[in-house]
């Protein structure tokens, strides 16, 4: 009898352990179980909304008009999602070299493929596109549209009476950027023979083009577009048959560090965010605010104040 007992008894526990294995386990290992699915969940929420990662970004830019109006809007919508932004002003090569160096996490104002295909070329293995500002931006060189007879870079060729007025100069802007660099290409492909490129600042070059417009004097400068002087002076770019500033236009991008997404998940799902909407539409409304007398600053608030759906559009599910 007693045998029988324990025959039972045995027989109960072992069927007691395959229904425990048959559901899952014990009640610790379905606990252990939950605390995993939970993990997983977590996970999820994570993927949505990418993490802050590193917090304080330098993103370097040129003092360009263009990136005077775009790097403070971008800098504002970041610092709404919880980062430090230091936006520092550089010539182009610093720029190039920073980010590609990593002590800055990415640039605002990359000008592709012509205009700075020399920086591209040394750095293109240490960066990479994280989206496009502008999808087409023209380079040349310019001048006021009461210069009748120079419609074409080809008409500076030998024309004394042109290089005399002007002192056989084109009035340019810092020494180190790309449409810089063009110019100083042209004049020897088109044969400019005579021909100087004065180096100053872009703030230098508009505030002469600005003073020779209002006598109605001769000026022949490098520009391109967006800019707020083609919205507010009667300009018009020479033509280019040789395609030294880039045909039809430059691509403007955010150009970062390969390890900007890894390094501020969150930044670089922002930055992403707002290339898909900005536009030289939105470009040229800042520049035509700031030339009005706002600071870069106040343009990208009252922007934003303006546009609150992009800023959510931009920041929605992100950072803190």
Known sequence: MIKNVKLFGFIAVLALVMLLAACGGSGDEEDAGSGDNGDTDNGSESADGAELGETDLTV???????????????KQVLEEVGYTVED??????????SVASGDAAFMTASWLPATHASYW????????????????????????????????????QGNEELGESVDWTITGIDS?????QN????IEEYGLDNWELLASSEAAMLSELQSKMDNEE???VPLWEPHWAFAELDLKMLEDPQEIYGGDGDRIEAVANKTFQEDSPAAYEV???????????????????INGGESEEDA??????????????????LGE
Not at 90 to 97: L, T, Y
Request: charged residues 25%.
């Open 88 to 97: 520092t002003q550089v010539e182009a090569g610093a720029m190039w070299s």
């Open 271 to 289: 930055v992403q965010r707002f290339t898909e909407d900005y536009n030289g539409e939105i470009e040229n409304d800042l520049l035509v605010a």
């Open 60 to 74: 370097p830019y040129v003092a360009w008009a263009g990136a005077l109006a775009r790097t403070p809007l971008l």
């Open 176 to 180: 180190g950027a790309g449409i810089m």
């Open 218 to 220: 001769p000026i022949i």
């Open 121 to 156: 070329e040394e750095y293109e293995d240490d960066v990479e596109v994280v989206g496009e500002f502008v999808a087409q931006a023209p380079l040349a060189l310019t001048v006021p549209s009461y210069m009748e007879d120079v419609n074409s870079i080809e008409d500076l």
């Open 183 to 186: 110019t100083e290409t042209a």
């Open 300 to 317: 990208a608030s009252q922007f934003l104040e303006e546009n609150p759906d992009l800023l959510e559009k931009w920041t929605e599910g």
